[in-house]
Structure formats: structure tokens, C-alpha cells
């Protein structure tokens, strides 16, 4: 997080994925990201905006549909707020804090 | 009497006495693991792990339920199955296995597939039920019946080099309580709809690494173990308050690097759901045993609704 | 030819099939695999599990050092053993087991113990060793013999319900040098003296569960055959950096509680230590294979030093 | 560590055990802890102080010794400052900060 602390434009948060959906961000499951603090309406930058930042900069997979359906993440995806499941801190709507760890995690079903 | 004041067979005590000695464990626990009853679905990558260290411990009863039989490619990770068993049901085979490491429980084969048709009559006569099935259709009718049954299901799933594991529904709360909470969640209220079918691949189609599995089913008879020897799943229980901080452990090995702190990660999950079609408010109203026999929710249905095919999956 | 360019015969291609599709495994990762050789030392709760899984999933040559018989107090956790083959040497037991789980495999008894005169000897001809020992002086004289080997060293520990795990010396760096580090630990740069005998109760004194030394030796086998596979322990190999940030593992099962987020911890430890008797700086000097052979070090005396025996310990 | 934070001479701190060392702690192996920030002489609280007010306040069993020997921890036992060897931090004389996680492991032989 050092060096973008003193541009208080940007947010440093870590973004991890797993149960395959590494996959999808060239098989690499740990990211630090620095995210513009807004969107370009001015209002805070919410988990909604980091899907749009991860399908725009980091998703090298043509198949954006095994991440993203509709607008909107696809069942089946986990979404882990500072290691807590996102419907106990707002869903897509939650606004990212400096230092926040997101974490998206496919649902396996094998065995 | 519970069963917990009787005297353990000599057999027992020197078979167990090295638990029996753990702190918490005591004469007490082993008489509720010889007493208790565990329904193990799945006998594969999950369920091997799980059964062996399940019957090593000394549950009394021990069911399995699989309708496959044992294939050369399963070996790799099925380590309770056997080169020369190949073709067997696997139930037959692994009970086989676990019959030679401990002949004191009871094995209940149940040599086919789980049903909606029959899984409320075979999940009623068991105390705690594992989940190491590999399909989403299964995985919520069990979570389903154990609802309704108010079982306590220990649920694990392993894909590729991924693992994850849940305890659910434990200590059990009746269909549609919200009241007096939170009460633990359940299956739907975790997984609340099921992946597209082509993002959901088996470990067939995907790939399994056998050690990645086999850590997920152990930790399942881990928790299934501490379940019944501390009665966690009694509602009367101390141990409640501790069980309701729902918690999705995740597994991630790096086929490529060293053990690191994101290998093993615990997640919050939240507890029951107003909103859950299972066990959440009207619940009572759209989820029952007669419907699940009679096909509604159809779980088929359910896990292909999104279907859209496209090439390989996560 | 490192033998990683051959064809895989028809059996072993449906065999590992499930986990050669795997991502970072492939046809090139099975056939180091086939070509690796692992020491396993120790057949009981860390060895059984963990043997299953490397025999699982064809590593070519498994060697097996113990020099116990079975006994009815071990199977509730030593599930590679079964009653019928009680006062059977372990080694033999497991190996009857492993055989009729995967025949490809060459299995290398060694039933009898590990000392300091057999050790170089047996240890020369493996590529990963696995400590799955139970006592503090051979764990203290495998990491010495290791070091001065060049072999990486996977070790386990567990008692009660907790359960220890490290990748030490992996890739190995010569012993002494401590130049273009940082160089991976030993087992005496991580835990430098042996804690007081009555601070240090094996699981027979202590008691053990199952699932918790199961889990322990099925994440040894994960180590063992990503090193192997991706063959992390050869220098050249990028992953090296990876695994030169040596991490141990705890893991603290609570028989009266849910998994937490304080049930596996990855811990960060120092590399290569300056001040190692073993690895750090003359340590040529004071480490031989001859002056092993010969009794220098005396492990027992070394393990002993601070004996005041007390009851009960930890 | 809420209430503690007005009171700026104490250090709100976190203690696990683990290895079986929790069976000398009541056999509770995490523990939340508000400790004095500077030592009787005025200098700021260590690792050092931190073990003697355990032995002081918390350890109920009567075997000190499989704790601490000749005033030291005892061999056979790690310590790690927020999940790192205390060797990389500085060991006993390492000075407490707000927040701190310290973790005290018995190393395990059996198997
Ligand atoms: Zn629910
Ligand atoms: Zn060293």
C-alpha cells in the first residue's frame, strides 16, 4: 500500500481469487490494485466499481461470463469482504476502504 | 440413560485409549461416538478420508450411500478402494476396507444413488450427515432434507487444486424460526442459487489433486468427530454460541509454491437468511418432505435453469 | 533424458488422468512424478495418510522406514494398517496396503529403525523426505543428515489436537553457505534446542486424534508431490523464490468448538541462520556424516540435556 | 480493544497459545489483553514484560516451568509477533505495539 498513500485519489486494496477463478486472471490469485477513491460521478468507489475495474484491466479470459452475467456477479461466486461474506456489509453497494481485501471465490461442487 | 454411563469392552479401551486420553475427548466423548450415527454420501475422493478416520475413531453406526463403482481412475485419490476391488460398488468396497481397520461399528451399505424419493427415509436414522458428493443437484437436496429432519450436515466440495468445507445446520433449528436467533444457516442460505452447469465441472471433467480432496474429507470426519464426542449439535449445548459464528474454511494449494498465509483461509459466513427458500421465513409453506418426494423443487431443474453450454468451466 | 519424455503406458494414463488434466501438472508433472523417489519415515499417524496419497498418485519409488509393529492402540489414526495385520511389522503392513491400492510403484522396506549409522545411507538414495517421526532426536539427526545430503525435508508433527507442518532445506543450499541468500531453514534454524523431555510427550503419553495427525500427513503428501511435480527443490527452478519464504503451519483443532480463524495459521520463519550448529556459518566444521556415524552429536544426550522429569507435560 | 483506547497508558494487545500450551492458560488459547504500556522503571513494555505479567496474572496451572526456564522462555517453545518469528523482530526486547498479536507455540514431536 506504501507508495500510493500520499495520492489521496487512489485506494490500495487486495483482491484475491479462488476455486478457479484464477483461472480467469491469468492464474494468479493474489493482486494489490490501486483503484480510482471515485467513479466518474464523483460518488465512492463501491465493489460494483472494482467489478468494472477487473473486467476492463485485469481479466485476460474471453469467458467474462464465468465472472460476471447480467451486470452482476454470477451465482455460484463468493464474495468475501475483509475475509466476511459480502451480505453482511452491503453486496455490491459497499464502499472500499484503503486496505480492504476482497475476495471472489467460485462454489465447488466436486468431491 | 444415554447410553454414556456403560462400561467400554477391553477391546474398546485399548483400541481408543489414545483419544480417550485427549483433554475434552474422556470415556464420556468415546461413549458418544460408540452411540452416535454418521451418514457419509459419497464414497470418493471426500468420502474415503472422512469414513477411514470416522471408523477409526469408533462411531457406532456408519453409512454410506454411493451408487458407483470403483474405476481404475479413481484410485489416485479414492484411498479406501483398491486395484483389486475395481468394478465393485464402491459402498461394498470401502466398507470392505473400514470393516478390516475396525470391525466394532455397524456399516450400513446403501449401494445407490441418493434420491429425492429416498433421502428423508435414510438421513432419519442418522445423527450427523457429511456431504462428499460431486454434483450441485445433490448438494441442495441434502441440505434440504437435513432441514427438514433438522440434521446437522458437514459439508465439503474439492475441485482441481481448491477446497472448501462448511459445517451447516448445527445445532439444528426447526423450518422457518427466526426468532431467538441468529440460528445457524443452511446450505441455500450460504449458496443461494447454483452456478451455470458449465461453470460447475466434476472433478472428471476439471481435474482433482488427491491430496487437496483427501484434506477437505478428513477435516469433514474432523468435524463430524467433534460434533458428536461434545454434542455440539444439541441445542442445549455450551458449545452453541461458538457453532453459530458460521464458517466457510477455504482451502487453496499452490501446485507451484510453498504453504503461505492464503493457503488456508476462514471465512464469515451470515446465519440463517429471512429470505432462504429452505429454512427462512414461509419456508414451511414451499419446502416439505411429501413435496421433495413428489418432485417440487425440482433440483434438476434448479441447477440447469441458468443452463447456457459453453466450453470448459471453472 | 530426465526421463520426463517418454510415453505413459495406457494404465497410467487412465490412472493419473484425473490428476494430470489438472492445471501445473500435466503429462510433464506425472512422469517426474514416476521418476521421483520419496523416503517416508515413520509408518504411523503422519506416515499411513500420507503414504496413501504419494502411492495415489505415482510416485515411482516410495521407501518406508520403521522399525514398530502394529498394534490395536494404533488404528484409530494409523489407517494404512487394519486388525488383521496387528503384530505385523508397520512397514510390511503398509506396503501391503499401498500394493493393493496402486501395484505401479517400487515400495523399499526398511523395517527397522533410523540411526545415526543407517541414515546417510538410506536417506542418500531419496529426493524428498518426509520426517514422520514421533520423538525429538530423530527429528533433531534427520535434519542434520538432510542438510549435509542436499535433500529437502517435509516435517510433521502432532499430538493431542494440534498439529505442526514445515518444508525445510528446500531447494537445499550447501551446508555453511550463507552467501546470495536468504538460503532456506533447517530444522535447527527453526527450533533451535529440543524442549525438556517432560515438556515434550509423544502421542502414546499424551493421546492424539485422528483426524488431526491425518490432516497433518496428508498436507505432508501435498508438499511432497508439488515438490516433486513442479520439482521446487532444484535450484534453477523459478518457484525457488516461492519457497524461500518458509512458513509453518499450525493447526489447532478444537474438539468443543467451529472452525475459526485461528484453526490453521501460516507462520512467516527466518531463513538460514547465521548461528546454525547444522547449516549456519563453520558449521563443516562441527557437522560430518563420519561424525554422525561415529556419535557426534549425540542425539540422545543432546534431546536429554535439560531432563527434570516432572509429571504430566505438554 | 475499544474502551482501552482513552487510556492511553495501557497497550490493548492479543495472546494466543497453541501446542498445548493453552492447557497451562485455562486451556483458553486466545486471549485479549490491556497491558500497563511502560514497565516499573519507565521504559515501554516488551515481550519481556509481557511474560512476566502473564506469569504474574494468568497462568492458573502450577507448572511454570513448561513455560518459562531460568527467567526465559523455555526451550522447545516459538514466539511470533503478528504471525513472524520473534528472531525477525527483535525476540524479548521487541516493544509492544497497540494491536499486537502475539502467539506462543510448543513445539510437537509426536506423530
Ligand atoms: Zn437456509
Ligand atoms: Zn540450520
Redesign the pocket.
Known amino acids: 500500500m506504501g507508495d500510493s498513500a500520499a495520492d489521496d485519489s487512489k485506494i490500495p486494496i487486495t483482491v484475491d481469487f479462488s476455486g478457479g477463478l484464477e483461472i480467469l486472471f491469468s492464474n494468479q490469485r493474489h493482486y494489490a490494485l490501486s483503484l480510482p477513491a471515485a467513479d466518474k460521478d464523483g460518488s465512492p468507489s463501491t465493489i460494483k466499481s472494482l467489478v468494472g475495474y477487473l473486467l476492463k484491466e485485469l481479466i485476460k479470459d474471453p469467458r467474462q461470463d464465468l465472472f460476471v452475467l447480467d451486470g452482476h456477479i454470477r451465482p455460484g461466486i463468493l464474495v468475501l469482504i475483509n475475509n466476511a461474506d459480502w451480505e453482511l456489509e452491503g453486496e455490491e453497494d459497499y464502499e472500499l476502504q484503503a486496505g480492504d481485501n476482497i475476495f471472489f471465490v467460485s462454489t465447488l461442487h466436486g468431491g | 440413560d444415554n447410553g454414556t454411563s456403560r462400561r467400554l469392552t477391553d477391546e474398546e479401551f485399548d483400541r481408543y485409549s489414545r483419544q480417550m486420553i485427549v483433554p475434552g475427548m474422556g470415556k464420556e466423548g468415546q461413549l458418544r461416538l460408540i452411540n452416535g450415527r454418521i451418514l457419509i454420501i459419497g464414497a470418493g475422493g471426500l468420502g474415503c478420508p472422512a469414513a477411514q478416520y470416522i471408523a477409526g475413531a469408533g462411531v457406532g453406526t456408519i453409512g454410506i450411500i454411493d451408487g458407483d463403482v470403483v474405476e481404475l481412475s479413481n484410485l489416485h485419490r479414492q484411498v479406501g478402494h483398491s486395484t483389486s476391488r475395481i468394478g465393485m460398488k464402491k459402498v461394498d468396497s470401502l466398507i470392505t476396507h473400514l470393516r478390516d481397520l475396525n470391525p466394532l461399528p455397524t456399516y450400513i451399505p446403501h449401494p445407490f444413488p441418493l434420491t429425492p424419493q429416498n433421502a428423508a427415509s435414510i438421513l432419519s436414522a442418522y445423527d450427523v450427515i457429511l456431504d462428499c458428493t460431486d454434483n450441485p443437484a445433490t448438494r441442495y437436496l441434502i441440505s434440504d432434507v437435513c432441514?427438514l429432519l433438522g440434521k446437522p450436515l458437514v459439508s465439503a466440495a474439492s475441485v482441481r487444486t481448491s477446497g472448501q468445507l462448511i459445517v451447516l445446520n448445527c445445532p439444528p433449528a426447526p423450518q422457518g424460526v427466526l426468532a431467538d436467533g441468529p440460528h445457524p444457516?443452511?446450505y441455500?442460505?450460504c449458496f443461494k442459487n447454483p452456478p451455470p452447469p458449465h461453470a460447475a465441472p466434476s472433478c472428471g471433467e476439471a481435474g482433482i489433486l488427491g491430496p487437496v480432496v483427501g484434506l477437505m474429507g478428513l477435516a469433514q470426519a474432523g468435524e463430524a468427530i467433534k460434533i458428536l464426542a461434545s454434542a455440539l449439535h444439541l441445542p442445549t449445548h455450551t458449545g452453541e454460541a461458538n457453532l453459530r459464528q458460521p464458517t466457510l474454511l477455504i482451502y487453496s494449494y499452490d501446485l507451484a509454491g510453498a504453504v503461505g498465509p492464503y493457503t488456508f483461509r476462514a471465512l464469515r459466513m451470515a446465519g440463517?437468511?429471512k429470505t432462504?427458500f429452505?429454512?427462512?421465513e414461509g419456508s414451511e409453506g414451499r419446502l416439505t418432505l411429501e413435496g421433495i418426494k413428489d418432485g417440487t423443487p425440482d433440483y434438476e431443474v434448479f441447477c440447469g435453469l441458468n443452463a447456457t453450454p459453453k466450453g470448459g468451466g471453472l
Open positions: 432441514v444457516p443452511c441455500r442460505c440463517r437468511k432462504c429452505a429454512c427462512g
